[in-house]
């Protein structure tokens, strides 16, 4: 029987002489290369890479890739992360020549379709979010809000000269980046607690409203997968104070084509179109990160966006005097942009509303399956992900969220997020996505109920189907071994 | 109604065990005065077969490096993908898994990760590498943060102008918010005086930023201008080509504390500027304040190697509004691209793509010199990008050398408005003679008929 197992590392399996790429010889007139770079730049031998044949090359990482757990072999229900299906027809487009060999610096005349698409895509994002401008510089979710605390902060600049806000406030739920990102563009940040529901503590937003405070950042659905309907009003005492409300985009996916964050008051967001919009994860990237704004905040979004000419043709805006600048070199993340595009244009305006009612009916319906044995804090109701805790399984049996989540792998599920968010003791996060189907989450819910039963003592030791058992994380940290040495 | 699994009979099941009549009724906690009352105003559904009908109409509209013959650098380069990495890295097992957060079920993209750190610290001789940044601008930009949280010192940052622009630009953007001033030494005859960079570096500077090869391709005095970081304790950052690493010195060489690169040119292809890949090494000292994803190695349970995400309390999601970087993933997708296009290559095909990328750049060279209308603008080595200055209207030349059939350079004057007559061209390995005297010839062309 085949079992899979770990590799040697590249560098075990060269061997002196081996190659696979070999480079045509020169075709220009030789000259030596000392006459054309001095020696004193030159590396006086080739630089100490592995040698390896082409099917040492290709073995080595096909046998790797086995190793990994993925959407296309495995229900991957990583809350807040919607880790829904890839469309293929998306990789093949993005393929084609006509996106992968176009340089940044071309000039915009042969660019037309590419812009085009681009151009699309901004307008499509800004009719989902109902803002009025989108920018599709930022690099990465993390970097769309940190962008957008720039806009925030270039907004109030201008608007009150002379004077500075000085804080972000955040819910004890969010999403770490946030406060990183609000550290970063030089805000204070402030902690709003969620009431026992799991939504925003309004008294205690509203006692921490005040004339320092530029922006609250709020995710809406939350991290426990609840809406907050109470948005419209915390909109409405922040814009009485002249302050902003920001949204971060992550759970998107619940709500597409059913309510706009524009429409309840939202001022600025930033999209993750690598969960929402079909982007494959890339075993950590890359993803992107466009905001949308309203349009009192347009002039600051950060700089190039596609604008379009009276004669139809499309051309790269640099010329924005207020822009925050650059937050990235060139226009973006234009690969991960484009199968957005594609998957928008599958979509069409019901399927992006369809892809919304059935993130929420899988979610709801794999609630109810599991809801008896795992207890879920916030409701019995949830929008496209739900937070379900391991309390009393821990408190009862011993058996822990992290037991929990590697014992799924041996049932051939990847874990949900365990242990956030930080409000619900002993989480797991379980986010299906609208790809998943019924049987799928039947399955699931059917292995979830299993282990519960399990020995709690054989439970410590899962996952044990994996090439390898639980790993020593404290002595990675301690002794870090950060790359491999002869 | 693509990608969904469920039918009208499940959809009808489901909500019966839910207890509810409609899909409507899922969102009743979102209140009725928000929701949308319309569809959203997109454009209409499309199958597969008019989605890759009408999007490849649309790619087919763009004149790229696939019909032009590209000279286009400045930070995005054309260079050979061995068909190995597009192949291997197009395997679903990589492409739709995520970060590693289960290492169990994700020792594929750990181990990947792992090598491609080791083969960075090998081309860079820096001791770690995390596991990339988004690009090599914003690799600049957390090197600096990295140096500030290290030194702890607040004087100005200083950066060569002869660093690529738009790098510089994310710098000042990121900046602006915190207390450092960003200080740039101007970029005269292509590269920047030594001395007038020293002046500007102060005992309270905590890093420096300096290009080799630079914005220009030109191979400056790199060794004066590190020790010129050094005289003050500062921490010097350098942006490098890694393609040059298969020819010129490694980065410990000369001193560098802190190597960043575009990792581009490894084996992922333009794409418009992106996704692209943040090279990130550093000396040992530097570590604790390393921003991203590092995989580090360890055991399990029956002492068997394997690897695992490490020192995490670095990171946001542990530090929140501590951490110094809010960065809280990879570019795993083209690290993993990267590391097979290294190991493809292996030295002696890195150490061919730069030699031959060096002698087809000075050969063109020579052959625009001899043009008349054009004429090198800076002295002095370089790697596989130069300057031309141009006699006429350069946008005007290069429109007709477009319709020739060439992306002949990127103009500089949008970036540096002295050299506003002043074109950059790049010259990678898979030019070939016949290209390089074609270029000349659309030049020679364009020149005389304007």
């Given at each position: 029987m085949y079992k899979l197992d770990l590799q040697p590392l590249l560098f075990e399996s060269s061997r002196p002489g081996r190659f696979t790429a070999v480079l045509p010889t020169s075709d220009v007139p030789a000259a030596s290369l000392d006459d054309l770079i001095p020696p004193a730049h030159l590396q006086k031998s080739a630089p100490p890479l592995p040698e390896l044949s082409e099917l040492d090359v290709v073995r080595h990482y096909t046998n790797l890739s086995a190793l990994n757990m993925s959407i296309d072999g495995n229900f991957y229900p990583l809350g807040s992360c919607t880790m829904k299906y890839n469309p293929k027809r998306n990789e093949r487009l993005a393929g084609l020549p006509g996106l992968g060999a176009q340089h940044p610096y071309q000039d915009d005349s042969t660019l037309q379709g590419l812009l085009a698409i681009l151009y699309g895509l901004q307008d499509d994002l800004a009719e989902v979010a109902g803002l009025d401008a989108v920018s599709l510089q930022p690099a990465a979710g993390a970097q769309g809000e940190l962008a957008a605390l720039f806009v925030a902060a270039a907004y109030f600049r201008d608007q009150e000269?002379?004077?500075?806000?000085t804080q972000v406030l955040i819910p004890d739920s969010a999403h770490g980046t946030n406060p990183a990102s609000a550290h970063l563009a030089g805000f204070e940040t402030v902690t709003v607690k969620s009431d026992g529901r799991g939504l925003v503590d309004l008294e205690d937003f509203k006692s921490k409203l005040s004339d320092d405070v530029a922006v609250f950042m709020i995710t809406n659905p939350n991290t426990v997968g609840l809406f907050d309907p109470q948005i419209g009003e915390i909109a409405k005492l922040l814009h009485e104070r002249g302050a902003l409300l920001y949204l971060d985009g992550a759970n998107m996916n619940a709500i597409l084509g059913v309510v706009r964050p524009g429409d309840m008051g939202v001022d600025l967001m930033h999209y993750n179109p690598h969960k929402t919009f079909s982007g494959p994860h890339g075993g950590g990237g890359p993803g992107a990160g466009p905001i949308a704004v309203r349009s009192k905040l347009a002039p600051y979004l950060p700089a190039p966006i596609v604008g379009r000419k009276d004669d139809g043709t499309y051309f790269l805006d640099e010329d924005r005097p207020k822009s925050i600048g650059r937050v990235r070199a060139f226009f973006g993340n234009t690969g991960v942009l484009f199968r957005a595009y594609c998957y928008i244009r599958s979509q069409g305006p019901d399927g992006l509303k369809r892809v919304a009612q059935h993130a929420v009916l899988n979610a709801n319906y794999l609630l109810g399956l599991v809801r008896d044995v795992y207890p879920v804090p916030c409701g019995t109701r949830c929008m496209h992900e739900f937070v379900a805790s391991c309390r009393s399984l821990a408190k009862d049996r011993g058996i822990r969220a992290m037991d929990v989540g590697k014992r799924l792998i041996d049932y051939n599920f990847h874990a949900p997020t365990v242990y956030f968010p930080l409000i619900v003791s002993e989480a797991l996060m379980i986010e299906p996505t609208e790809t998943e189907s019924r049987d799928t989450l039947e399955a699931f819910a059917a292995a979830l109920k299993a282990i519960a039963l399990e020995d709690p003592e054989s439970l410590h030791d899962a996952p044990v189907s994996t090439p390898v058992s639980r790993l020593d994380e404290v002595k990675a940290a301690k002794t870090p071994v950060l790359r491999w040495t002869p | 109604m693509a990608y969904i699994a469920n039918t009208p009979e499940d959809v009808r099941v489901m909500l019966d065990a839910i207890g509810l009549d409609s899909l409507d009724e899922l969102f009743d906690m979102v209140p009725a005065e928000y929701r949308l009352k319309r569809p959203l105003c997109i454009p209409p559904a499309l199958t597969e077969l008019e989605l890759t009908r009408e999007v490849g109409a649309l790619l087919g509209r763009n004149q790229g490096a696939d019909r032009r013959v590209c000279f286009l650098g400045a930070g995005s380069y054309d260079h050979f993908i061995p068909a190995v990495v597009d192949n291997l890295s197009s395997r679903g097992e990589f492409y739709t898994a995520y970060t590693p957060y289960q290492p169990e079920a994700s020792q594929g993209t750990l181990q990947a990760t792992f090598e491609y750190q080791t083969l960075i610290t090998q081309l860079t001789g820096m001791d770690v590498s995390n596991a990339s940044l988004y690009d090599g601008g914003s690799a600049v930009t957390e090197a600096v943060m990295m140096a500030l949280a290290t030194n702890r010192r607040t004087g100005p940052v200083v950066v060569a102008g002869s660093v690529h622009p738009e790098y510089r630009r994310i710098l000042q953007t990121y900046l602006e918010h915190l207390d450092p001033q960003v200080v740039t030494v101007p970029a005269v005859g292509g590269g920047v005086d030594p001395r007038a960079f020293a002046a500007a570096i102060t005992p309270e500077t905590a890093a420096v930023v300096i290009q080799y090869p630079n914005f220009f391709g030109r191979l400056e005095d790199v060794e004066a201008l590190v020790e010129a970081a050094h005289a003050h304790g500062a921490t010097a950052i350098v942006s490098v080509d890694p393609i040059s690493l298969g020819l010129l010195r490694r980065p410990d060489a000369y001193g560098a504390d802190v190597v960043v690169a575009e990792g581009q040119g490894l084996g992922n292809p333009m794409t418009f500027g992106g996704p692209y890949l943040g090279i990130l090494a550093c000396k040992q000292e530097y570590l604790r304040k390393l921003p991203g994803r590092i995989v580090g190695q360890t055991t399990d349970r029956n002492g068997k190697r394997c690897w695992v995400l490490t020192l995490q309390t670095r990171e946001q999601h542990i530090r929140r509004e501590k951490a110094t970087s809010n960065i809280c993933t990879n570019q795993g997708l083209l690290a993993l691209r990267s590391s097979i296009y290294l190991a493809a290559m292996g030295p002696r095909g890195l150490r061919d793509a730069a030699e031959l990328s060096t002698r087809k750049a000075h050969y063109a060279a020579e052959a625009l010199a001899k043009v008349d209308g054009l004429s090198l603008a800076f002295p002095g080595p370089f790697f596989k990008e130069f300057v031309v200055r141009c006699s006429k209207d350069p946008e005007a030349v290069l429109r007709k050398v477009g319709e020739a059939g060439y992306h002949g350079g990127v103009r500089l004057g949008r970036w540096y408005p002295d050299l506003a007559d002043h074109i950059l061209v790049a010259v990678t390995e898979k030019r070939t003679k016949d290209e390089i005297d074609g270029l000349a010839e659309a030049y020679r062309n364009a020149l005389s008929s304007l």
């Open positions: 000269p002379g004077r500075k806000r | -």
